[in-house]
């Protein structure tokens, strides 16, 4: 029996994950990425990726079976294709190059019978409207009828130690039936539990909701605490009375901002299209994103108020960040918040320090040195900020070192140096 041949476009925090997942399941697989770096040091079994270690990628080119390279000539014969590239925002549009480039490159070696899948964030209709002729043109075939076409959103969540790729359900589709069949076998030998749609625009906006349900309700809490400690009422407390509810309430957290690459923009993909369609705002979805990219901003102030209080100004002052990374305990730099209050702290004047464990020196931002967790540093700064909670960090130490504290993730010890967001 011969082993099937996957082509995985794009080696990042989706695509990699899944193109050794599909090696462990016994499939022969084409890890395709552009950036010539990122394919070399996969070759030599160093990842990236949080959710891939360098063990499994190790074990995963032992078997021969999986192939990084730059080349579309090398997805000659393929089976399935899945499509895991970058869709993002500019300038408030959505971007979907990256898409158009994958469906060129991999057009022509389409052939009767293959499936090509599309699992980027995007608006509903992509698939088909886009994707689909750009395939046709550059295979002269037709789909549904020649080849199979479906979309199945990505739920990678970087980090998170329950929830992997191949225990969180998997939404599938197909342009008609036989193309979600083909895609749902296809899944199934991946993930525990696959929950197939009747349409690529059904699947496409299930991601779109469940990100801006997300959105929506972090602004809302992020509104909340903004207002509450203007009203010198805990917030925190407030949130873990709620939280014992059994019914009817579901926690969000305050923190400063949202990052990575599906907040910040999956939303925005939905209110385009609402706008682009039916000329009307998505009006929950504008004033999330205007809460949330906001509140850098006031972290930023209330960092300076807090060191005004003792004393000091914002001007020069040592400030410490904790974490750069949008998210714990991942190195993702995308979008982050963390690397916008940077921003704001520097154009107040001070001098910013982080310590970010996780991410690669090359995507670190300019004008922000890199230090180590010490208690030395934690003493010469005149303000530590935790910004991304990652749970290497010692924060009893800091809690009882620094001389002022500000968390925006309450991960500190509260005490008379320690003021919450």
Request: negative net charge; charged residues 25%; glycine residues 8%.
């Amino acid at each position: 029996m011969n082993v099937e041949k996957l082509v995985v476009i794009g080696q990042g925090y989706v695509g990699l994950p899944l193109a050794v997942r599909a090696v462990e399941a016994g499939l022969d697989v084409v890890g395709l990425d552009v950036d010539a770096d990122r394919v070399k040091r996969l070759a030599t079994g160093e990842s990236f990726v949080e959710d891939v270690t360098a063990a499994r990628l190790g074990r995963a080119l032992a078997t021969g079976r999986y192939h990084p390279t730059t080349e579309y000539v090398d997805a000659e014969g393929f089976d399935i294709c899945v499509i895991t590239v970058p869709t993002p925002l500019r300038d408030g549009t959505p971007d979907l190059s990256f898409v158009e480039q994958a469906g060129a490159g991999i057009g022509p070696y389409v052939r009767r019978g293959t499936t090509v899948v599309l699992e980027s964030t995007t608006y509903p209709g992509t698939t088909d409207e886009l994707l689909r002729p750009l395939l046709e043109s550059a295979s002269g075939l037709r789909s549904p009828g020649d080849f199979h076409l479906g979309y199945s959103p990505e739920r990678i969540d970087p980090g998170n130690p329950t929830w992997r790729l191949e225990n969180t359900p998997k939404v599938v589709s197909g342009l008609d039936e036989a193309a979600l069949h083909r895609v749902d076998g296809f899944y199934r030998r991946l993930v525990e539990q696959t929950v197939p749609v009747d349409s690529t625009r059904v699947a496409e906006l299930t991601k779109l909701i469940e990100n801006t349900f997300r959105q929506v309700n972090i602004a809302l809490i992020n509104e909340l605490t903004v207002l509450s400690h203007q009203l010198d009422i805990d917030v925190w407390q407030a949130i873990e009375a709620a939280d014992t509810k059994p019914f009817g309430f579901m926690s969000f957290r305050p923190g400063p901002g949202v990052g990575g690459h599906c907040l910040p923009i999956d939303p925005c993909y939905l209110s385009w299209q609402v706008r682009r369609k039916l000329g009307r705002q998505f009006r929950f979805i504008e004033l999330a994103n205007d809460i949330n990219h906001a509140m850098p901003e006031h972290v930023a102030h209330r960092v300076m108020t807090g060191l005004n209080r003792g004393g000091r100004s914002i001007s020069d002052a040592r400030v410490l960040l904790l974490g750069l990374a949008y998210k714990k305990n991942t190195g993702d730099l995308r979008d982050s918040p963390a690397v916008d209050v940077a921003r704001q702290l520097r154009l107040l004047g001070a001098q910013v320090y982080a310590v970010e464990p996780y991410a690669e020196p090359h995507h670190l931002p300019d004008g922000v040195q890199v230090v180590p967790l010490t208690e030395a540093e934690v003493r010469r700064a005149d303000a530590v900020v935790v910004v991304t909670d990652h749970d290497a960090f010692d924060y009893d130490m800091v809690a009882r070192h620094a001389r002022y504290v500000f968390d925006t993730r309450s991960r500190c010890q509260v005490g008379p140096t320690v003021e919450l967001l």
